[in-house]
């Protein structure tokens, strides 16, 4: 009970800020958002009333005799650090804003006179960033407590807590995704972003994370410098963005099965993306990204129908990932198609849909190092019959001609399946591509 009432209970702020007329225009604003607002003229006012109520967000303003407010933030920081820390800065107060970001560890800044639904915003989304983050830790905790409780249950409840136990480890594993794609991303809007399409899109279309990986292999294979990775990072993690406005049939739909109508709401969604973008200035070069990277080399694409080299180099290269892990997903043609049948598709394309060259690089990428691919927590090798050795460890189920099983995912091959393969692949005349799991000696 006492969680539940926690969850419902508004969220608790302290305005700083020694002008009056500045604390009341605030109130005001902020009078009917459902917090509960607590005021304080000066640093030690404001301590005062830390020391006494759970304030869950500080918003400060920079300047203010005595303690200012980036001394301010440094001690709520040192003494509540759960507590989330909010900068109102003037026009010309960087070196404040600079302070603060460095001694108080703030959460954003606002520049004074501020915009009424920004603020708002920037609001909402650290509560929900400082949510998310509570939810984890609690999550957290009590799967660790249902841990302990399991292994304290009879053996002949072995089928229950098997299943217990099963899901408990999908809960952890979605914590530990979550966590992880936050920690790589270190602008706020980004990770609110990413984490908002997450929860618009089904499980399946889910796809954020995966281009992230693939998109950061090739580009430390390209050796790009550290603006342009940087820039696909923040792509990677919001292309999909223009989509949150489609409705559940629209996004279940895949692109080769849609209706006129369906395909021009299709066609906006780079350029809407990009426009969601557009008032974060350090966005820029990823919303330009994002724009782009449904053009095609051979100027048949969309929103701008740009042609060859004027496509952007990161949008070019998105393209290429977010084909790859989509076909695999059955998000562009009515069916999931295999990692192999999606690199030859992506192979087949070069020239019309894809930049030539980078999809020859991409595809030998794919199939060399598998950076895509992770099961279990190891990473993945993609191989051919002629490449393996005995000992390795097959990591995803083998399915003949026919589509019957041939081996499970987890068996270890040894000199005499590595020639039984090879026998079978002369009777089919075709060559099969395996993902075995990837030991250091084999990544030499």
Same mark, same amino acid.
């Given at each position: 009970m006492e969680d539940v009432a926690q969850e419902i209970a508004p969220a608790r702020l302290l305005l700083v800020d020694d002008e009056p007329n500045v *604390? =009341? #225009?605030? =109130?005001?604003?902020?009078?009917?958002?459902?917090?509960?607002?607590?005021? #304080?003229?000066?640093?030690? %006012?404001?301590?005062? &009333? *830390?020391? /006494?109520?759970? &304030?869950? *967000?500080?918003?400060?303003?920079?300047?203010?005799?005595?303690?200012?407010? $980036?001394?301010?933030? %440094?001690? $709520? @920081?040192? @003494?509540?650090?759960?507590?989330?820390?909010?900068?109102?800065?003037? @026009?010309?107060?960087? %070196? %404040?804003? $600079? /302070?603060?970001?460095?001694? +108080? /560890?703030?959460? +954003?800044?606002?520049?004074?006179?501020?915009?009424?639904? /920004?603020?708002?915003?920037?609001?909402?989304?650290a509560l929900q960033h400082q949510h998310a983050q509570r939810e984890q830790r609690r999550l957290e905790a009590l799967t660790r407590t249902q841990n302990l409780e399991l292994a304290e249950l009879n053996a002949t409840l072995e089928q229950r807590v098997e299943a217990r136990t099963q899901e408990l480890k999908q809960t952890a594993d979605m914590l530990e995704l979550a966590f992880n794609e936050l920690r790589q991303s270190y602008v706020t809007a980004t990770r609110v972003f990413s984490s908002l399409i997450s929860q618009r899109l089904p499980p399946r279309f889910q796809t954020n994370a995966k281009v992230g990986v693939l998109v950061q292999a090739f580009a430390e294979e390209l050796g790009l410098d550290e603006s342009q990775q940087h820039d696909l990072q923040l792509a990677a993690a919001l292309y999909n963005l223009g989509k949150l406005a489609w409705n559940d049939r629209l996004i279940g739909t895949p692109a080769e099965q849609l209706s006129v109508q369906q395909r021009e709401s299709y066609h906006r969604y780079p350029a809407t993306g990009e426009s969601l973008l557009m008032a974060l200035e350090h966005m820029a070069g990823a919303a330009r990204l994002i724009r782009h990277h449904r053009e095609h080399w051979n100027g048949s694409g969309f929103p701008d129908r740009l042609r060859g080299e004027d496509i952007p180099y990161g949008a070019r290269l998105l393209a290429l990932a977010v084909d790859f892990i989509e076909l695999q997903r059955g998000m562009i043609l009515p069916r999931q198609v295999t990692r192999p049948q999606a690199l030859e598709l992506l192979r087949k394309f070069a020239g019309r849909i894809y930049d030539p060259a980078m999809c020859r690089a991409f595809v030998t990428l794919c199939l060399d190092k598998a950076p895509d691919l992770e099961n279990h927590g190891r990473p993945v090798l993609a191989l051919e019959t002629q490449q393996l050795k005995p000992g390795m460890v097959l990591a995803q189920d083998i399915h003949s001609v026919s589509g019957i099983l041939l081996l499970h995912e987890g068996k270890e091959f040894d000199a005499h399946l590595i020639d039984k393969l090879k026998r079978l692949e002369e009777v089919e005349d075709r060559r099969y591509t395996l993902l075995v799991y990837r030991d250091d000696e084999d990544h030499e």
């Open positions: *604390l =009341s #225009a605030l =109130s005001r604003m902020l009078r009917h958002e459902g917090y509960e607002l607590h005021t #304080a003229a000066d640093g030690s %006012a404001a301590l005062a &009333i *830390l020391e /006494r109520e759970p &304030i869950d *967000l500080i918003l400060s303003d920079a300047l203010m005799p005595g303690m200012d407010g $980036v001394e301010l933030l %440094a001690r $709520v @920081q040192q @003494q509540w650090p759960e507590c989330l820390r909010l900068l109102l800065t003037g @026009q010309c107060d960087l %070196a %404040a804003t $600079v /302070r603060a970001i460095n001694e +108080g /560890r703030i959460y +954003g800044y606002l520049a004074k006179p501020w915009d009424d639904e /920004r603020l708002r915003l920037t609001l909402r989304q």
